[in-house]
């Protein structure tokens, strides 16, 4: 069974709108969730994660993500969209010590 | 703090041909996990060591793919014989555990194989 799920393969949004990037999880006990951002040309970098605690948590360049264990999901979040967000953003998950990684979704942020 | 440092950047081989790849983590962590990451796809796991021990490497093709951490420190990935389906870049990352740590990659290997 796949443990993440990235629905979108693509996501358009217009600048200064929000935007909402999706994911769905599946995995035996307390998950540790997180969103990973991949810019053209250079490495992937870590943006947030939850661990426990509050299921709102905030990450770099303003974006943040919400933890919803009924619905198993940890949709990225940002209020308002830059040019610059456009990228390719991954979820992942660690299940039983081992990281599990979404397909992907590519941002794109139009002028 | 230094970050995780790959080498080389770029490989270009032929088919048939053994390929090395190396990576150095983060000081101090003890977690490191090779990935391939082919155009257009999430990252693969291929084997993440704890310290100098394995993990897993359920999805390493051991026929002719290979990876040590003999002093828990840095560590090698190596390809042989390489297939054309091997072109791809190879991530290093390296975390402090394998809990709720978040990872930290480096920059990639862009393998070609032709």
């Known amino acids: 069974a796949q443990s993440v799920a990235q629905p979108e393969d693509q996501v358009n949004v217009a600048e200064g709108n929000p935007l909402t990037v999706k994911c769905t999880y599946s995995?035996?006990?307390?998950?540790?969730l997180f969103w990973y951002v991949q810019y053209p040309n250079r490495g992937l970098q870590f943006l947030l994660k939850?661990?426990?605690?509050d299921n709102l948590v905030k990450g770099s360049y303003g974006f943040e993500a919400e933890f919803n264990k009924s619905q198993t999901s940890f949709h990225l979040k940002k209020p308002s969209a830059l040019v610059s967000d456009s990228a390719l953003y991954f979820c992942?998950?660690?299940?039983?010590?081992?990281?599990?990684w979404g397909a992907g979704t590519k941002l794109i942020i139009k002028p | 703090e230094a970050g995780v440092a790959q080498s080389p950047r770029y490989k270009i081989i032929e088919k048939r041909q053994s390929v090395a790849f190396w990576c150095n983590p983060i000081?101090?962590?003890?977690?490191l996990y090779w990935y391939q990451q082919i155009l257009g796809q999430g990252p693969k796991l291929l084997i993440q060591?704890?310290?100098?021990?394995?993990?897993?490497d359920s999805q390493l093709p051991k026929d002719r793919f290979s990876a040590e951490r003999l002093k828990g420190v840095d560590s090698t990935l190596k390809i042989q014989p390489a297939k054309l389906e091997d072109s791809a870049v190879y991530l290093c990352?390296?975390?402090?555990?394998?809990?709720?740590?978040?990872?930290?990659f480096g920059p990639g290997t862009r393998l070609t194989v032709l």
């Open positions: 990352a390296s975390s402090s555990s394998s809990g709720g740590n978040e990872q930290f």
């Open positions: 000081s101090g962590h003890a977690t």
């Open positions: 060591f704890q310290n100098n021990g394995v993990v897993d």
């Open positions: 995995v035996s006990g307390n998950p540790y």
């Open positions: 939850y661990i426990t605690g």
């Open positions: 992942a998950v660690r299940d039983s010590g081992l990281p599990h």
